[in-house]
C-alpha cells in the first residue's frame, strides 16, 4: 500500500558522473574506481542500467538496476565536510544526483521520485567499503559512516529521461511500511533486532534485497 505525496521542495544540485582513478588505495580491489564523481553540464540520461557517461569498476558490488543511481543530500555532504575537515563536495561520496531539499537517506524502501523527465525509486542504502575510505584520505571512514547513519540512497530507474542540474525533485507517492534506507542500512551493518521490520517492505527491497533478507530469516529454497 502507498500513500500520494505532493512534496516538491527538492532540487538537483548537481548530476556527477565518474572520472577513472588508478591511485593505490584502488589496489584493495581491481585496481580502477570510478567513486570520484564529478559534476558535469547539462542534461544526463538516466537509464535502468545506469547514469549516461559514468563508470562502473566493481560491477560485482556497483551497478545493476537496484543501483543505478546514487542519491545524496547537500546537507549529508555538510555534515561529512565539518566531520572530516576537508571539503566533501557534490560528488564527493561517489553520488551521481546531489540533492537539496530532499532526505535521501531518511527516504522510505520504494519511495517514487520525479527528478526531471524520470522516475525513480528508492531501492535501498549505500554501504561503503575500503576504496571510499582511500579516496577520501581517512582509513576509518567507513566504520565511521556507517555509525552516522547517512548512507543516502539507491534507486533504480522506473521511467528513463534526462536529469540536469536544477530540476526539481517531487514524491509521487511513499509506502505506508515506513523501513527506511536508514532502517535497512542499520539492519545490513549488523543490528539483527531491524531484520524482522524489514520484511514490511520485502517486495521493494530489489533482487539482492530480497535475497539478503532471505538469508537473514533463515529462508530455505528449493
Known sequence: MTTQATHAGGRVESVNV?????DDWTKVKSGRSGIDKRPVEGPVLLTATGVDGDTLCDVAN???????????????LAFWTA?????VLPGGVGENLTMSGVDCSGAVIGERWQVGDTVLQVRGPRI???VFA??????????RFVAARR????????RPGAVAAGDSV?????PVHGVTVTHLMAALTGERSQVPAIVAARE?????????????LGVKRG
Open 18 to 22: 565518474a572520472v577513472v582513478r588508478t
Open 62 to 76: 556497483h551497478g545493476g538496476p537496484d543501483q543505478a543511481v546514487y542519491a545524496y543530500s547537500v546537507d549529508d
Open 83 to 87: 566531520e572530516l575537515g576537508q571539503p
Open 128 to 130: 561503503p567499503c575500503q
Open 134 to 143: 582511500g579516496f577520501r584520505g581517512v582509513p576509518d571512514l567507513v566504520r
Open 151 to 158: 548512507p543516502g540512497a539507491y534507486l533504480a530507474v522506473e
Open 170 to 174: 517531487r514524491v509521487l507517492d511513499r
Open 204 to 216: 521493494h527491497l530489489g533482487a539482492r534485497g530480497r535475497d539478503w533478507l532471505d538469508n537473514a
